[in-house]
């Protein structure tokens, strides 16, 4: 017991919708991937081997990660936004081409994707920033600055071959900047220039025919845009499978066959995976929904937004604006990419490539979502040590001039 206690520390609430999650996806992704494994392969256990390999690993991760000061995470931003540009560059000119998308780079027969550290690496220099320069009635001109100038380079870095990462770590950066009191009018000349600059690309640019953009990630996010757009006056030819509708077609089968039950067709009998391409990644919440039902399918949504609901109740207890900063943008990543995959999988918006949080099979994904599990119990750690610090007042334990002594300051910040 003693020992569940040392390895299992922080909040949990957070420790249990991490491993709820985690299960899911031992169960999902097995289902999902088990009879393409059969067809392609006599190690018919090898997909789901190699997952639950990076599943025990990103555990063991967590709890490394949550044993490490807040305070420090702010030192390692920096070199993280440093090794990320490096790879970002890497990737740009000379990286792996998966699904027509340069993203990826690879090292000794391990590939990842750079845009996963640089999210990290530019969530917490922004939260550091947007905490480390305020004024008394808002965030300084400098924070604002300084986090529109890392944010908006690494999101200029990203963009060409990821828009959807691209958009998702901006939307992060811009709700951290309101927590953290930018001044509203700048805020509001953010979204405007961002309302704008999306409507030139989607309307303007496509009608000017420029040779240089034929061929390339733009003209796939615009052409997904148009699909997605025509479907709303569709006609019965239209609802032909084909091989450019093939994923959104065999996910609306997929829901139709168990979603609009309670409690669908029960995991491992699937009648879309065979023929769903990434039924185990991009497209697994169509698979849960048909496997699970309506109430699988709520339960998975709903335990995104308690960790969203739960982080917010851990940020409060935060004596400091960093660690309230960094586990919001923390939380936030995980939520609003979960949505994504989510309204993807349901047909509500283009199909953007973005797995599910911890759920979907996948490497980098899986081992960075771990990351930031790990910040989130650290932070919790530390936001515990200051409500029993209040809990003391209260209990006139200790009083008010007690609690702001430096020693107790000290043993808060260091658990």
């Known amino acids: 017991m003693d020992l569940t206690k040392a390895l299992f520390r922080g909040d949990r609430v957070i420790w249990a919708i991490f491993f709820i999650l985690c299960m899911f996806s031992l169960v999902e992704v097995y289902s999902a991937s088990s009879m393409l494994s059969y067809k392609a392969t006599v190690r018919h256990f090898d997909p789901i081997m190699r997952h639950s390999t990076f599943l025990l690993g990103g555990t063991l991760l967590v709890i490394v990660v949550q044993n490490i000061n807040y305070k420090k995470f702010s030192t390692l931003g920096f070199y993280i936004l440093i090794f990320a540009f490096i790879l970002l560059i890497y990737a740009l000119a000379g990286g792996m081409k998966v699904n027509d998308a340069q993203r990826w780079v690879s090292f000794g027969g391990v590939s990842f994707q750079p845009s996963e550290f640089a999210k990290l690496g530019v969530i917490i220099t922004t939260s550091y920033i947007l905490a480390r320069f305020q004024d008394e009635s808002h965030a300084s001109n400098n924070a604002f600055k300084w986090v529109m100038w890392i944010a908006g380079f690494f999101c200029l870095l990203i963009v060409k071959e990821n828009f959807s990462t691209a958009f998702l770590l901006f939307a992060v950066v811009y709700i951290l900047m309101f927590i953290g009191r930018v001044q509203f009018r700048k805020l509001f000349v953010i979204a405007a220039v961002g309302i704008g600059f999306i409507f030139m690309a989607i309307y303007v640019v496509p009608s000017m025919h420029i040779k240089a953009l034929e061929k390339t990630r733009y003209t796939t996010w615009i052409n997904r845009l148009k699909e997605h757009d025509n479907k709303k006056e569709a006609k019965l030819e239209d609802l032909k499978i084909t091989d450019k509708n093939r994923q959104v077609m065999t996910g609306k089968i997929a829901i139709a066959n168990g979603g609009s039950s309670v409690f669908g067709m029960l995991p491992g009998n699937s009648q879309t995976r065979d023929f769903l391409p990434q039924a185990f990644s991009d497209f697994i919440y169509a698979i849960i929904l048909e496997e699970t039902g309506f109430l699988g399918g709520f339960f998975v949504l709903f335990l995104y937004f ?5 982080v917010g109740i851990i940020a409060r207890r935060c004596n400091h604006a960093f ?10 990543l995980i939520v609003f990419q979960a949505i994504i995959n989510m309204s993807v999988a349901v047909n509500l918006i283009p199909v953007t490539g973005q797995p599910l949080p911890l759920i979907s099979r996948g490497g980098t994904s899986t081992i960075l979502t771990c990351i930031y599990f790990g910040i989130i119990l650290s932070v919790s750690q530390y ?10 007042i209260a209990a006139g334990e200790m009083s008010p001039e007690e609690a702001e002594s430096e020693e107790v300051e000290e043993q808060e910040e260091n658990y």
């Open 323 to 332: 660690p309230a900063l960094l586990i919001i943008g923390s939380a936030l």
């Open 383 to 392: 936001a515990n040590a200051c409500e029993n610090t209040r809990k003391m």
């Open 306 to 310: 308690v960790l969203l609901f739960r």
